[in-house]
């Protein structure tokens, strides 16, 4: 499930996202954003647990 804050351009998809998990709910939007942040990448990629 994709998601960012209202304020950010970065958009996560893993719910174990270290910088998405920082997000508080009443700023969290459904969807993606402009670019997928670094660390979902490396979750992706199997460099960072999932």
């Given at each position: 499930?994709?998601?960012?804050?209202?304020?950010?351009?970065?958009?996560?998809?893993?719910e174990?996202c270290?910088?998405?998990?920082?997000?508080?709910?009443?700023?969290k939007?459904?969807?993606?954003?402009?670019?997928?942040?670094?660390?979902?990448?490396?979750?992706?990629?199997?460099?960072?647990?999932?």
């Amino acid at each position: 499930m994709a998601y960012h804050s209202k304020d950010s351009k970065i958009w996560h998809k893993f719910e174990k996202c270290v910088d998405g998990n920082n997000i508080e709910r009443d700023n969290k939007v459904s969807g993606p954003a402009k670019k997928l942040c670094e660390h979902c990448k490396d979750i992706e990629k199997g460099k960072a647990k999932r």
